[in-house]
Every structure is written in structure tokens, then in C-alpha cells.
């Protein structure tokens, strides 16, 4: 059983079933649970090849503007289309590292049929200066952390890439191998090389 303390047992359950469903076993596992307002600390962050003291932090993360469109701290709204500002709810890869607005960033890759669309909406993990702690402002539906943290992670793990971000929150569907989305949408058919795009202009990062 995989154990992840400090989470509530639903989102626990949730996020052992991602894990399981996984295209790879991860060695960082990101949760955060957007059932709670932005002024918590609703990521956590466990090293999953440590059982016995998994969790390495817990801080504070950015939803999207179009999941909050009043601004009140919480998420209610989620969704997956294009110029939303929605965040999307279900597992993520996490995919290649880039350098963007803010420097170090990674991109996501959607597993879930609810973020198939993650990687052509430039959906990224990101620092952002407008994430710090007790407060997290509004990103375009990344998953905006403060400078400090993701340092910490990259420092941590040596490289945020392979691991797995599960994004909890109101009205999720628990995950399943059988919906699962790998390769994701974005791949090209079976046999030919990876899509590869330019760095994106990290246009999700705003502070609004």
C-alpha cells in the first residue's frame, strides 16, 4: 500500500491509483489538492523512493484564473479548453525541463482524458513571483509554484522529469489504467520520433 501521509484518505486513494496507472514508476510524486484555497499549502511533494520519510515538502500553488473568476482563493471551476485559464483536474507526467519567463520550468503531459489537452495549452509547472508563502495569485491554469520550492525539488531529485503530478479537486474522477492516456494525445502515430516544440512563451503565467 503505497502511504502518503498528512493527505485525506480520499485524495490518497486517488493518488495511489495514479501512481499504479503510471507510465513509469516516479520518483517524485506531486499532489495538489485544489479542494483547498490558495492561501494553504495544498501541494505536497514526496520522494518515492524513501517509505520511510517520503514526504520532502508541502507549499503553496497557483489554479487558474478561469477556475476563480472572482478571485476568492478558491478553485470551483475546471476545465481542459483552450484560452480557459481553467485548471484541469487528473494526472500529469512530468515531462522535459525547459528555461521560460521565470527560468527553470517543466512541461506536463495530460494522462488523464480530463488534461488531454495539457501539452498544446503550454499547461507547465513553473515559478512565478506571485506564489509565496500564505499566498498564491491566480496563474492561467499552470501549476505556479514559488522560486524557492521548485529550486528545492530540482535540488532534491536532480530533475522533476519522470515524475508523476496529481491534481485533485472537486468532481474528479478517480483514476483509471483503462482511461489513461499514454502515449498522450499529443504523440505522433506509433514509430515516429516525439513532437518536439520550441520553449512556449509561458503565456498561462499571470498574475491576475
Not at 495569485?137 to 535540488?155: I, P
Not at 491534481?167 to 483509471?176: I, K, L
Request: include cysteine; aromatic fraction near 8%; charged fraction near 15%.
Amino acid at each position: 500500500m503505497l502511504a502518503l501521509p498528512s493527505l485525506p484518505p480520499p485524495v490518497a486513494a486517488h493518488v495511489a491509483a495514479a501512481v499504479a496507472c503510471a507510465p513509469e514508476r516516479p520518483r517524485a510524486l506531486l499532489v495538489a489538492d485544489m479542494s483547498e484555497p490558495s492561501r494553504q499549502p495544498r501541494l505536497w511533494v514526496f520522494d518515492l523512493r524513501d517509505p520511510q520519510h517520503p514526504v520532502v515538502m508541502r507549499t503553496w500553488v497557483a489554479h487558474g484564473y478561469g477556475s476563480d473568476p472572482h478571485n476568492t482563493g478558491m478553485a470551483t471551476l475546471f476545465g481542459d479548453e483552450e484560452d480557459s485559464g481553467k485548471t484541469s483536474l487528473g494526472s500529469y507526467r512530468i515531462a522535459e525541463s525547459y528555461i521560460g519567463k521565470y527560468g527553470l520550468s517543466y512541461r506536463l503531459e495530460g494522462l488523464s482524458p480530463s488534461n488531454a489537452n495539457a501539452y498544446t495549452r503550454d499547461v507547465m509547472l513553473h515559478p512565478a513571483p506571485y506564489v509565496n508563502p500564505g499566498y498564491a495569485g491566480r496563474s492561467g491554469g499552470c501549476a505556479a509554484v514559488s522560486f524557492s520550492a521548485l529550486a528545492k525539488m530540482d535540488q532534491h531529485f536532480g530533475s522533476l522529469s519522470g515524475g508523476l503530478l496529481w491534481v485533485d479537486g472537486p468532481g474528479v474522477q478517480a483514476p483509471s489504467c483503462a482511461a489513461t492516456r499514454w502515449p498522450p494525445s499529443w504523440t505522433l502515430p506509433a514509430g515516429s520520433a516525439w513532437t518536439m516544440r520550441s520553449p512556449p512563451m509561458q503565456a498561462c503565467s499571470v498574475n491576475v
